[in-house]
């Protein structure tokens, strides 16, 4: 069979039958048809990389095993029921990251932007959002951008960070921990065949943030280089 352009019924299936049986025993029975199954997915990935570098500068992409890291969770369950991946752009000139998760049950969903930003490039952030507002509020408002991306989501502060004035007009941006922006989509549209170019679509949309993000990270307060 000719290999197809978006992900497979199949793979969705095999991952609703895998939360239902999630142990060793189960999976060992059926590990030739989950090897095929996630190399077809990974030629997704792949494909997706390529297309990617069409238009941004990506180093890697890093397709994650289906195995769970249970050393230190209360959830024992041993493989994960869904399928991911991450797109890394050139550091250190270039910021910010791309995310792509498939799971059944309309529980699938891409991401961009900051998961984990070191103590240095937090404080950098909220120090830009202390300073002018203005550009990011700009971007991220932007009618194309929010009618993909939507609003921030992620963890933040219920409070002001230490050094920060809680009445700034810019707290809500200065509180998050988090810059990440993440859409969601059904199972139909997964198994789309337009798929991965909307997906695409969705992150072409996005550089106008990362290359903001990206200016931020590489300068100082005063706005002199760092690398």
Avoid: C
């Avoid at 060793?24 to 989950?34: G, L, N, S, T």
């Avoid at 029921?81 to 498939?102: A, D, V, W």
């Avoid at 959002?129 to 203005?134: K, L, P, R, S, T």
């Amino acid at each position: 069979m000719p290999e197809t352009k978006t992900f497979s019924k199949d793979l969705l299936d095999f991952l609703k039958r895998l939360k239902e049986n999630n142990d060793r025993d189960w999976f060992a029975d059926h590990k030739d048809e989950f090897k095929k199954l996630e190399t077809s997915a990974k030629s997704k990935f792949n494909a997706l990389f390529e297309t990617l570098k069409t238009h941004d500068d990506i180093d890697r992409v890093k397709i994650f095993r289906i195995y769970r890291d249970v050393r230190f969770s209360k959830n024992k369950a041993p493989y994960k029921t869904h399928f991911s991946g991450s797109f890394s752009r050139r550091k250190p000139e270039l910021r910010g990251g791309y995310y792509l998760h498939i799971q059944p049950n309309d529980e699938s969903f891409i991401a961009v932007g900051f998961w984990d930003p070191s103590k240095e490039d937090l404080l950098r952030i909220r120090k830009e959002f202390e300073m002018d507002d203005e550009e990011i509020r700009t971007i991220i408002g932007n009618k194309t951008f929010h009618n993909i991306w939507g609003d921030f989501t992620g963890d933040a502060l219920k409070t002001a960070p230490k050094g920060f004035d809680k009445e700034h007009n810019a707290i809500d941006l200065i509180r998050r921990k988090q810059f990440i922006f993440t859409k969601h989509y059904t199972d139909a549209q997964v198994l789309s065949s337009g798929f991965l170019e909307e997906v695409d679509v969705a992150f072409k949309a996005v550089r106008p943030y990362f290359d903001y993000m990206s200016s931020v990270l590489s300068t100082n307060v005063n706005g002199e280089p760092l690398i």
